[in-house]
């Protein structure tokens, strides 16, 4: 099973400020299969990133994706008060799935 | 609008069993895979179970094999969950996520909550 290591666990910043959470796997994943969801308090996750750097529909184009074999990074730009939540990297492979444990970012 | 609604969820004592259940609308629930998700209270996301489009296959994390089963039924457009021989580590709000592109989960319900406990 592929491990997701996100770092860091928390990330204190100010609205304005750009954000960089970072997704390290276990082994070598294929980027057609690496995602990113934000997560708000009481809410269910929500898709940013599909395909490693493909925003899902609806998502600003502040939220950017980029990485390949086992380093993944999701840049938030211009941060809003929306933002400051949860964020988890997820990835699929050999008929499995696993997330990462999350990365919060927190109002600096 | 892409809608899913679980329920289900309560309180079971160790042991016991619960199905959930969650109602698709919005799409054609009969194209896509499904899936559950749970999230234990203040931790992260882990995924549990995933059934393709027709019913015919099933895959499920080690920590529930044996004990859950995912089905579904196209015709009520519905996703269930059996879940058997619960255990205290089973406690989570437990959602249902439709499959998408590159393996990634595009919608997900607003979940219910399962609680294990004497």
């Known amino acids: 099973e592929i491990v997701l290591t996100q770092s860091p666990g928390t990330l204190s910043l100010s609205p304005g400020e750009r954000a960089t959470l970072s997704c390290r796997a276990s082994?070598?994943?294929?980027?057609?299969?690496l995602a990113w969801y934000r997560q708000k308090p009481g809410q269910a996750p929500r898709l940013l990133i599909y395909?490693?750097?493909s925003r899902a529909t609806g998502i600003p184009d502040r939220f950017s994706g980029s990485g390949s074999g086992t380093d993944f990074t999701l840049t938030i730009n211009r941060l809003e008060p929306e933002d400051f939540a949860v964020y988890y990297c997820?990835?699929?492979?050999?008929?499995?799935?696993?997330f990462g444990q999350g990365t919060k970012v927190e109002i600096k | 609008e892409v809608q899913l609604v679980e329920s289900g969820g309560g309180l079971v004592q160790p042991g016991g069993s619960l199905r959930l259940s969650c109602a698709a609308s919005?799409?054609?629930?009969?194209?896509?895979?499904m899936h559950w998700v749970r999230q234990a209270p203040g931790k992260g996301l882990v995924w549990v179970s995933r059934?393709?489009?027709?019913?015919?296959?099933?895959t499920y994390a080690d920590s529930v094999k044996g004990r859950f089963t995912i089905s579904r039924d196209n015709a009520k457009n519905t996703l269930y969950l059996q879940m058997n021989s619960l255990r205290a580590e089973d406690t989570a709000v437990y959602y249902c996520?439709?499959?998408?592109?590159?393996?990634?989960?595009?919608?997900w319900g607003q979940g219910t909550l399962v609680s294990v406990s004497s």
């Open positions: 996520a439709r499959g998408s592109t590159g393996g990634s989960f595009g919608y």
């Open positions: 059934i393709n489009d027709d019913g015919s296959s099933t």
């Open positions: 919005g799409f054609t629930f009969s194209s896509y895979w």
């Open positions: 997820q990835q699929y492979g050999s008929s499995s799935w696993t």
């Open positions: 082994q070598s994943v294929s980027s057609s299969y």
């Open positions: 395909g490693a750097s």
